[in-house]
């Protein structure tokens, strides 16, 4: 049986895979819509830190269930804060995309 320091360790690196697999994909779905849609590209920051708050918001709700590390302390966010956090992530994901039509 591993220790739970290892089993932590192991949940850190387990998290950093998810958060870069997260961005990544929907960064490049991002980048790739809006060259489709507009014909040129941006760094959309504000889409970049609305994929932040819905990793957030999964990994609390969902991953942290199904990894190593096991804790009485692990919960879910509550149902309001699930949904203003997420509405929040929308909000910024889709924003970048809403700019150009009020050009």
Not at 15 to 36: I, Q, R
Not at 66 to 75: A, L, P, R, T, V
Request: charged share 10%; aromatic share 16%.
């Amino acid at each position: 049986m591993m220790s739970k320091l290892a089993t932590f360790v192991l949940e850190i690196l387990r998290m950093c895979l998810l958060l870069l697999l997260t961005l990544g994909l929907l960064g490049g779905l991002e980048y790739g819509l809006f060259k489709l849609m507009y014909g040129w590209t941006i760094y959309p920051g504000g889409a970049a830190a609305g994929n932040l708050i819905l990793f957030f918001v999964l990994y609390r709700n969902y991953w942290q269930f199904k990894g190593w590390f096991k804790s009485d302390k692990n919960q879910r966010l509550g149902r309001n804060l699930t949904f203003s956090l997420t509405s929040l992530s929308l909000l910024l994901i889709l924003l970048p995309f809403a700019v150009p039509l009020m050009m």
